[in-house]
T-cell receptor, first 112, second 116 residues
């Protein structure tokens, strides 16, 4: 069974600083990997997904993530944080059609 | 519709009462999922419907929870004899035909359930 670990339930960065949100997955077979973002009182929206086509995946709003098989990681980055990036971010993995396994989420705060 | 619609957006109920939460997926999406999001925790898978196949109920936490999907479209999640630990946001998502794990889920805004 898949498991997804997100290190750091809360991350604070200054506006303009690098954003790094960590995600590790547990699987003997590289799964499909996703990052979703949830703004207050809204549903989750897809930021990006990895489906084995390329290890560096670019998503919306300037975010990208790199799949590293040797580290079983799929960390999310953005070079320069914007106030509008404040939200909760979820990493998820899927190895089958039936369900997505989500991490516990990381709340990103952007300080002015 | 344009997105996944869930109702009610907020529900406050007394312990022991039954509640029904509704999900209207995107037209044409054959896969439908229910997840539960509790405070400070990730999303917990509850149930998955794919077309006319038998649903995957492996995530339902107890027999007080049930769900149905009528006509391959609207789904209702029912919680009987609610308990305070059932308080959470219940999220519904849908996707196109799910034949692999690469499908992108479109989520509704959720139904926030508070059990007093």
């Amino acid at each position: 069974a898949q498991s997804v670990t997100q290190l750091g339930s809360h991350v604070s960065v200054s506006e303009g600083a690098l954003v790094l949100l960590r995600c590790n997955y547990s699987s003997s077979v590289p799964p499909y990997l996703f990052w979703y973002v949830q703004y207050p009182n809204q549903g989750l929206q897809l930021l990006l997904k990895y489906t084995s086509a390329a290890t560096l995946v670019k998503g919306i709003n300037g975010f990208e993530a790199e799949f590293k098989k040797s580290e079983t990681s799929f960390h999310l980055t953005k070079p320069s944080a914007h106030m509008s990036d404040a939200a909760e971010y979820f990493c998820a993995a899927s190895g089958s059609a039936r369900q997505l396994t989500f991490g516990s989420g990381t709340q990103l705060t952007v300080l002015p | 519709g344009a997105g996944v619609s869930q109702s009610p957006s907020n529900k406050v109920t007394e312990k022991g009462k039954d509640v029904e939460l509704r999900c209207d997926p995107i037209s044409g999406h054959t896969a439908l999922y229910w997840y539960r999001q509790s405070l400070g925790q990730g999303l917990e898978f509850l149930i998955y419907f794919q077309g006319n196949s038998a649903p995957d109920k492996s995530g339902l936490p107890s027999d007080r929870f049930s769900a149905e999907r009528t006509g391959g479209s609207v789904s209702t999640l029912t919680i009987q004899r609610t308990q305070q630990e059932d308080s959470a946001v219940y999220l519904c998502a849908s996707s196109t035909t799910s034949v692999s794990g690469a499908n992108v889920l479109t989520f509704g805004a959720g139904s926030r359930l508070t059990v007093l």
